[in-house]
T-cell receptor, first 114, second 112 residues
Framework: GAVVSQHPSRVICKSGTSVKIECRSL??????MFWYRQFPKQSLMLMAT?????????EQGVEKDKFLINHASLTLSTLTVTSAHPEDSSFYIC??????????FGPGTRLTVL | GQNIDQPTEMTATEGAIVQINCTYQ??????LFWYQQHAGEAPTFLSY????GLEEKGRFSSFLSRSKGYSYLLLKELQMKDSASYLC?????????????FGSGTRLQVQP
């Protein structure tokens, strides 16, 4: 069964609103989680590393004030897309390493900004 | 930085064998992953290699040569449901750097 959950699976919102996406590790603790973004017919691009108890680390070109990440507990990380615009429409996927050689992905969240 | 190359598309016949290659250039290496991704879904884990050699798991096998910066995923007894994108991903070195860098993916089309 799934080891990483993500909620919601799909969201449609108006331009200018904020959207929160949750990522949970279901049967293990994850001090680190990763947030990726995937545009149609493209591969996954790492956005940021979520660290429990400290600030997230953002990849170059990703605005930290626009994509707020909070690693609230050892099993939960949230990504908030603030003031969303149509160009933010994408497939957002989180992942969490369970062991050194296992990294599992959540089912993804498809965001559509009108 | 990291650079990962894999073919964009491949076509194979049901019941056959297909090999998907991946080459990488990285400043630090700590493992290579293969994932399968169906359209509109999240990637699912297929295999992991950190040492040279072949890892076999049912119909899927993955090979790694670190000196050559090369890996391949071998799919045997192809089924129609194997039509998907296959993503090669490399993990960088360092305890704080367990994020994966993905190749662009190979779209495999299995034909009857």
């Amino acid at each position: 069964g799934a080891v990483v959950s993500q909620h919601p699976s799909r969201v449609i919102c108006k331009s200018g609103t904020s959207v929160k996406i949750e990522c949970r590790s279901l049967d293990f603790q994850a001090t680190t989680m990763f947030w990726y973004r995937q545009f149609p017919k493209q591969s996954l691009m790492l956005m940021a590393t979520s660290n429990e108890g400290s600030k997230a680390t953002y990849e170059q070109g990703v605005e930290k004030d626009k994509f707020l990440i909070n690693h609230a507990s050892l099993t939960l990380s949230t990504l908030t897309v603030t003031s969303a615009h149509p160009e933010d429409s994408s497939f957002y996927i989180c992942s969490a390493p369970r062991t050194s050689n296992e990294q599992f992905f959540g089912p993804g969240t498809r965001l559509t900004v009108l | 930085g990291q650079n990962i190359d894999q073919p964009t598309e491949m076509t194979a016949t049901e019941g056959a064998i297909v090999q998907i290659n991946c080459t990488y250039q990285t400043s630090g290496f700590n493992g290579l992953f293969w994932y399968q991704q169906h359209a509109g879904e999240a990637p699912t884990f297929l295999s992991y290699n950190v040492l040279d050699g072949l890892e076999e798991k049912g119909r899927f096998s993955s090979f790694l040569s670190r000196s050559k910066g090369y890996s391949y995923l071998l799919l045997k007894e192809l089924q129609m449901k194997d039509s998907a994108s296959y993503l090669c991903a490399v993990r960088g070195r360092g305890t704080g750097r367990r994020a994966l860098t993905f190749g662009s993916g190979t779209r495999l089309q299995v034909q009857p």
